[in-house]
Protein backbone atom coordinates (compact mmCIF):
# COMPACT_ATOMS: atom_id res chain seq x y z
CA UNK A 1 0.00 0.00 0.00
CA UNK A 2 2.18 2.27 1.28
CA UNK A 3 4.96 1.15 -1.18
CA UNK A 4 2.57 2.74 -4.01
CA UNK A 5 2.71 6.08 -2.46
CA UNK A 6 5.67 8.69 -3.66
CA UNK A 7 7.69 10.72 -1.41
CA UNK A 8 5.53 13.92 -2.11
CA UNK A 9 2.43 12.16 -1.58
CA UNK A 10 3.67 10.38 1.59
CA UNK A 11 4.59 14.55 3.06
CA UNK A 12 1.29 15.77 2.02
CA UNK A 13 -0.46 12.91 3.82
CA UNK A 14 1.71 13.72 6.94
CA UNK A 15 1.27 17.29 6.39
CA UNK A 16 -2.80 17.53 6.15
CA UNK A 17 -2.86 15.07 9.17
CA UNK A 18 -0.86 17.41 11.34
CA UNK A 19 -3.63 20.08 10.54
CA UNK A 20 -6.63 17.68 10.52
CA UNK A 21 -5.34 15.87 14.09
CA UNK A 22 -3.43 18.07 16.21
CA UNK A 23 -5.14 16.71 19.23
CA UNK A 24 -5.48 13.27 17.78
CA UNK A 25 -7.45 12.18 20.75
CA UNK A 26 -10.39 15.01 20.21
CA UNK A 27 -10.29 13.78 16.75
CA UNK A 28 -10.59 10.14 17.06
CA UNK A 29 -13.67 11.25 19.71
CA UNK A 30 -14.99 13.54 17.23
CA UNK A 31 -14.97 10.38 14.67
CA UNK A 32 -16.60 7.64 16.93
CA UNK A 33 -19.40 10.12 18.33
CA UNK A 34 -20.04 11.08 14.47
CA UNK A 35 -20.00 6.72 14.18
CA UNK A 36 -22.73 6.24 17.01
CA UNK A 37 -24.88 9.54 15.65
CA UNK A 38 -25.46 8.30 12.31
CA UNK A 39 -24.67 4.54 13.06
CA UNK A 40 -26.43 4.08 16.51
CA UNK A 41 -26.41 0.03 16.67
CA UNK A 42 -22.34 0.40 16.49
CA UNK A 43 -22.42 1.95 19.80
CA UNK A 44 -23.85 -1.79 21.50
CA UNK A 45 -20.51 -3.18 20.50
CA UNK A 46 -18.94 -1.90 23.09
CA UNK A 47 -20.75 -3.41 26.50
CA UNK A 48 -18.87 -0.42 28.83
CA UNK A 49 -20.64 2.18 26.35
CA UNK A 50 -23.73 0.67 25.18
CA UNK A 51 -25.99 2.34 27.17
CA UNK A 52 -24.66 5.67 27.55
CA UNK A 53 -25.89 8.90 25.51
CA UNK A 54 -24.13 10.52 23.25
CA UNK A 55 -23.64 13.39 25.58
CA UNK A 56 -21.89 11.23 28.13
CA UNK A 57 -19.57 9.97 26.17
CA UNK A 58 -16.88 12.67 26.18
CA UNK A 59 -16.66 12.62 29.87
CA UNK A 60 -16.63 8.85 30.25
CA UNK A 61 -13.03 7.33 30.84
CA UNK A 62 -13.55 4.32 29.04
CA UNK A 63 -14.98 6.28 26.11
CA UNK A 64 -11.55 8.27 26.16
CA UNK A 65 -9.11 5.71 26.49
CA UNK A 66 -11.03 3.86 23.35
CA UNK A 67 -10.66 7.37 21.60
CA UNK A 68 -6.70 7.87 22.61
CA UNK A 69 -5.78 4.72 21.09
CA UNK A 70 -7.81 5.23 18.09
CA UNK A 71 -5.86 8.11 17.48
CA UNK A 72 -2.79 6.92 18.39
CA UNK A 73 -3.50 4.04 15.63
CA UNK A 74 -4.58 6.94 12.83
CA UNK A 75 -1.19 8.74 13.80
CA UNK A 76 0.88 5.35 13.56
CA UNK A 77 -0.63 4.68 10.37
CA UNK A 78 0.35 8.19 8.82
CA UNK A 79 3.60 7.37 10.69
CA UNK A 80 4.12 3.95 8.80
CA UNK A 81 3.07 5.10 5.74
CA UNK A 82 6.81 5.26 4.33
CA UNK A 83 7.89 1.58 5.99
CA UNK A 84 4.91 -0.63 4.04
CA UNK A 85 6.25 -4.22 5.74
CA UNK A 86 5.52 -2.73 8.76
CA UNK A 87 2.41 -0.35 8.19
CA UNK A 88 0.89 -3.95 6.91
CA UNK A 89 1.71 -5.94 10.36
CA UNK A 90 0.01 -3.00 12.09
CA UNK A 91 -3.38 -2.86 9.99
CA UNK A 92 -3.29 -6.64 10.10
CA UNK A 93 -2.95 -6.94 13.89
CA UNK A 94 -5.60 -4.53 14.11
CA UNK A 95 -8.05 -6.36 11.90
CA UNK A 96 -7.51 -9.59 13.52
CA UNK A 97 -7.92 -8.42 17.44
CA UNK A 98 -11.37 -6.16 16.34
CA UNK A 99 -12.32 -9.19 14.54
CA UNK A 100 -12.64 -10.60 18.49
CA UNK A 101 -14.46 -7.80 19.18
CA UNK A 102 -17.54 -8.68 16.66
CA UNK A 103 -16.40 -6.30 13.75
CA UNK A 104 -16.92 -7.10 10.25
CA UNK A 105 -15.24 -5.79 6.98
CA UNK A 106 -18.89 -3.90 6.37
CA UNK A 107 -18.38 -1.73 10.35
CA UNK A 108 -14.59 -0.95 9.14
CA UNK A 109 -16.14 0.34 5.47
CA UNK A 110 -18.65 2.44 7.47
CA UNK A 111 -15.67 3.64 9.57
CA UNK A 112 -14.04 5.00 6.61
CA UNK A 113 -16.31 6.05 5.73
CA UNK A 114 -17.42 8.35 8.00
CA UNK A 115 -13.51 9.66 8.54
CA UNK A 116 -13.17 10.14 5.03
CA UNK A 117 -16.49 13.05 5.16
CA UNK A 118 -14.77 14.15 8.06
CA UNK A 119 -11.52 14.52 6.50
CA UNK A 120 -13.71 16.33 3.39
CA UNK A 121 -15.70 18.86 5.67
CA UNK A 122 -12.05 19.77 7.19
CA UNK A 123 -10.12 20.34 3.54
CA UNK A 124 -12.92 21.68 1.69
CA UNK A 125 -13.69 22.20 -1.64
CA UNK A 126 -10.92 23.67 -1.71
CA UNK A 127 -8.18 21.37 -2.79
CA UNK A 128 -9.56 17.72 -4.24
CA UNK A 129 -6.60 16.15 -5.29
CA UNK A 130 -5.62 15.93 -1.69
CA UNK A 131 -9.31 14.64 -0.74
CA UNK A 132 -8.62 12.12 -3.73
CA UNK A 133 -5.68 11.25 -2.40
CA UNK A 134 -6.69 10.51 1.32
CA UNK A 135 -9.38 8.53 0.18
CA UNK A 136 -7.43 6.29 -2.12
CA UNK A 137 -5.20 5.66 0.97
CA UNK A 138 -7.86 4.82 3.68
CA UNK A 139 -9.50 2.27 0.90
CA UNK A 140 -5.53 0.75 0.54
CA UNK A 141 -5.52 0.83 4.68
CA UNK A 142 -8.77 -0.27 5.20
CA UNK A 143 -8.09 -3.04 2.43
CA UNK A 144 -5.48 -4.42 4.29
CA UNK A 145 -7.58 -4.17 7.71
CA UNK A 146 -10.65 -6.09 6.00
CA UNK A 147 -8.66 -8.73 4.65
CA UNK A 148 -7.22 -9.84 7.96
CA UNK A 149 -10.69 -9.30 9.74
CA UNK A 150 -12.31 -11.34 7.55
Known amino acids: MASSLSPLQISQLRDSWSVLAQDPTQLASALVIRLFKENPEYQSLFKRLKDLSIDELASNPQFMSHASKVGAALGSTIDHLDKPEELEKILTNLGIKHKK ?47 ACN
Open 101 to 147: YGLTPRHFQVIGNVLVAMIAEAIGDSDSELLDLWKSSLTSVLNIVIA
